[in-house]
Each structure stands twice: as C-alpha cells, then as structure tokens.
C-alpha cells in the first residue's frame, strides 16, 4: 500500500472540490483516509497510484527490527516523478508520498 | 471508544457456574451460624459444629440435587452448580451482576450470577432442615495488588521519576498548588500508542481517551511502548488536561499504520488547544536504508513532506498550539518549522546544576532561515548512557521494554528513556497549564514568556549530529544556541500572563 497526501490549493479547499477529488481518486480504487484544514491523505494499491499519477512506486517494507538508540522508522524520503491528472490540477498544490517518522528517543 | 475501566469490565464473560457456601445447622438445631438469632459465642459456636456424619449425608444429597461438592470446614460445605439447578432448587432467578470497581483494582472475576433483591426466593422445603443457609460467593478482589506495577522498579543510577521529578525541576508544583493543572484544556498527543490502562495512569484518575488515526489498530495497545511512555511526562505537568491520545501504529501490520499527517488531521477533529508530537523527519541526506550519509543539512523540504508542513502551518493559523520535538542529534522536521514550539534539551545533575543535553538537537534551519531551534528545553538524559533519564510506565513487554540496559526488567512495563521525546509532552503540559490561566496565549506569546522566564542553562552543548559544522551548538549566559533561552519555569511563566 501507498499513502500519500494532497496539498490544496485555495480553489481545492472547498467542500466542492474536495468531493470531486475523493470521487475521482475513488473511482481508481484510490481510499481517502482523512482530511485536514488543507489536506486530504489518500492510501492506494502502487498499481492504481502508477495509473493515475505516472509514477511506478513500491509498497514501503514494514521497518526491520531496532537496536535501542535508532528506535523509529526510517526517515528516507522518496522523491518520485508525480503527473498531476488534469482532472485534479485545478485544486492540487502539491501530492506527497509519505515517509515513516521517528520516535525522538532515539539517537541519530 | 471504550475507556479502560470499560475494558476491564467486559474482558471476561459472567461464569454459568455459581459458587456457593452452605452452612449447616448445628446437630439437633434448626439454625447455623449464618441464621442463629442469639449472641454468637465459644460455646455456641461449638453446639452448631455439625458431626461428619451429618456433614457426609448432606453432602450426598447435595450431590444427588446437581451441586458439586468442592470443600467442606467445619461449620460449611463448598460447592458449584449451574446456575439453571441453582434457579432450580431455591425457585430463583438469577441475573448477571457487575462488581463496581475502583479504577486500578483488579479481580478474579468481574461479572457474575445473583439473584436480585426482587427475585422470588422459594427454596426447596427439604432444605430448612438440611441446611442452615446458602449464599452464593462473589468474587474476591485481590487487596494486595491494588494499583498492580504502579510503583517503579529501582535503578542504581541517576534518573528521574514522574511525576514528581519532572514537576520538581520544571517548577510546577506551586503552580499545581495554586490550583493550575489544566483542567479545562484539550490536549492531543500522537504516538506510537496508548495502553492507559497501566497502574501508573489507572491509579491517578487522568481523564484519557484513545483514538485511531487511519490504518491504526487496537486503542488498548501500545506495541512500541513511545506514546504510552511520553504521555506520562505530559500529565505529570498538566494531570487534569483532557487527555486525547492520536494512536498511529498497527502492530500487526506496520507498514499500515497513519502517518504524522493522517494523526493531525484526526487530531483536528477533536478540536484541541494543544498538539503535542513527539516524532518527526531527519532532514540529513540519507541512503536507501534510510541511515544518515551527511551532516549537511537539507536546504529545501523534500515534496513527500510538503502536504505536511501545509497541514501544520494551517493548523497553527488556527489557534491550536503545536509543539514538536527538536530531534536527538536530527535535524528534525516539523520540529524545525516556525509555526510550532520546538521543544530541546537540558540535562539536570543529581547536584541539580544544569547543562545542556548534548543528546538533543540544536540548529539553525537551512530550510527557514533564520529560524533556530529549540524554542525552550524540557528534561534531556545526556548522550553518554543513550538518554537513560527518566523511568516511565510503558505497556510490560513492549518493544522498548524489552530493550536491555536500562536496569529494568525487560517486563515490568518500565523503562529508563527521555531524547527530545520527552521534553515535547513536558513543553505541552506547561503550555496547557498557562492556558488554564490564560486560554487567549498565542504560539508567538508563549515563545515569548518562555523566552523571558526559563532558567538559563550556561554550560554544555547540544548533539554535535545536529549541527552541520560538527561540534554541538553550545550553552552559555542568557540566550544560545544548544538551550535557547533554557529550562522552562512554570512558576515563572505564570507569574508572567
């Protein structure tokens, strides 16, 4: 699975649009999982992302094991070539591919 | 959303077995112990002692009935039945009762048959002369394990406990005194997890709830053992805050758990005047693997961050206070945002001189120049024993339990731990204690009474891993790099709104 965010712009913040966006996605099997002031997260299948946004991603690995010290997730960040769908240009300011997080007890 | 006295209660289903105590009347007499009318002495006592044989035969009519025999004393017969040749036998019916718990008391059963004070009550007419009387028996509470694991196991080294450590050295306890602890604010956490259901939190009657961000699962559950840890900082500072913990893991499937941002946008649901996160980004160049290559800052936010800091800064337009931790030697992202309170280090000897945590992030960003972090500092071990600084309660057996060198058993749900992670929820609970006072404090008035009133921190220096040039920011009279202004006094800020 990939999750990943949407950034509205001004015009992409109305409640109109937002529907419109999550009724596209929807039809591309693309779930909305929630939704903020100016975001809405989305989790899809990496075959549906590819269709919709042009870009061949993989499912992020569970995270292996940790030594005390790195406790948290990888921090990597993946910087795919995302085509905004004309469908959705009108609204999106920016489509983010989320990275897993630290926990700050952990060291560098 | 169950709250963990809920939990406890319908973890266990009512027993269709009853278990009774019979007393027997006494040889040639038609009451017992339970129903003689006179005073109860020695001698009287001891003219109500059955015989065997009386005890015997009873017994095997008892059993004939349908009843097990399970024990006999001197003066009583244990034994079991179904509740149907319960409801049978003494022409009663029997309901299902719950025992009203103290929170943080265990038992051996919490759910059980017994017949209501209404019920009929017709009990066959041999047994006014077999038997004295029968009592169905509750079940017991265990008195001695009241708040079971609420008190920390003991350590040989320097450490602090919650809560009186943390509210000691951060100056809150006269502001508790006062009648300051925040009730009346809204505070969110998101974390790892929440298992409130540990004596620690059950025995000290904090208002907690549980909600899952998208792709969390089991409220009760805290795998990694972080947010549970973290959240006892934050109540220690501010015990009667209402309490939301945003749980992003899934245990089973890791991969599946919600995102920093998928927990905000559920953290915003629920309306909070504060936002507490102690997790983040690294903005270091990084491999595959995701492990650090450079010290070199970032200068520009990758893109998978962007609908992030979008999030944030609308989040914080709003009103709602956010505070990040600064990073343990990361460069850490949202921490470094200008929008949020970024929470750093300060490490307090066992002497009580104070130091900068060299464990904790200090830096100026590349990414918003001009922006320094930390904004103030909450309690920080020190690199050298990996942060080993304040023992917190945690799920037993969790992830970060089971972790060895802490001098804790890998069980006990305790754990010896701080980083930045802890002095986020510390930050937070001070901010929700000046909000108590004063509900209309901006973002940009908090910085500034922190600025005015924290403890100055003049030695040390922040993690060197955190500064680009390879040497720790260092601490020195009044405000610097590694502490900004210092340690937060609550008593101080107070003083100040």
Known sequence: MIKFSISLNGRGQSEEARLQIVEFLAEHGIKRTGGGFVTLSFVAEPEAFGAVFGSALQSLPDPPPRPRGTVGASGQFEEPEITVPEELEPFVDSVSVSPSARHFSGSV | MPDSKDKIHTRRKASDTVRVAITLPGPGMSEGPVKFSGAITGDTMERMRPDDSQVAATSARLTELGFKITNSGKFSISARCSRRVYEKLF???????????????????????????????????????????????????????????????????????????????????????????????KVVKIDSGFAMDHAYFTSRGYQTQTVLAPGATDPDLDGNGHGTAESANLLAMAPDVEFIGVKLDNETFPANGATILEGLQTAMQHNPNVISVSLGYDMCPTNNSGQRTSNMHLTALPNSLKALEAEIRAIAASGTIVVFSAGNGHVAFPGMMPEVISAGGVFVARDGTMQASDYASAF???????????????????????????????????????????????????????????????????????????????????????????????????????????????????????????????TAALALI
């Open chain 2, 91 to 185: 022409g009663t019916k029997l309901t299902r009762h719950q025992l009203p718990f103290n929170e943080g008391e265990r038992c051996q059963s919490n759910a059980f048959f017994f017949p209501d004070k209404d019920a009929p009550w017709n009990p066959l007419d041999e047994f006014a002369r077999i038997i004295d009387d029968a009592y169905i028996q509750w079940p017991h509470i265990y008195m001695n394990t009241l708040f079971p694991g609420s008190i920390p196991p003991t350590v040989s080294y320097h450490h602090l406990r919650v809560p009186g450590d943390v509210t000691m050295l951060l100056n809150a306890d006269r502001v508790h005194r006062s009648g300051i602890t925040g009730k009346g604010v």
């Open chain 2, 364 to 490: 100026s960003s590349k990414i918003y120049p001009g922006r320094d972090v930390p904004d103030a500092c909450g309690l920080v071990g020190m690199a050298s024993n990996s942060a080993q600084y304040i023992m917190l309660p945690l799920q037993p057996n969790c992830e970060t339990d089971r972790q060895n060198g802490d001098g804790t058993a890998k069980d006990d749900g305790w754990a010896v731990i701080s980083g930045t992670s802890a002095a986020a929820p510390q930050l937070a609970g001070a901010i929700a204690l000046m909000l108590d006072k004063n509900p209309g404090l901006t973002a940009d008035d908090i910085k500034s009474v922190f600025d005015q009133t924290s403890r100055d921190v003049a030695i040390g220096n922040a993690s060197p891993a955190s500064n680009e040039n390879n040497g720790g920011m260092i601490a020195g009279p009044g405000r610097d790099g590694a502490t900004g202004p210092g340690l937060v006094d609550v």
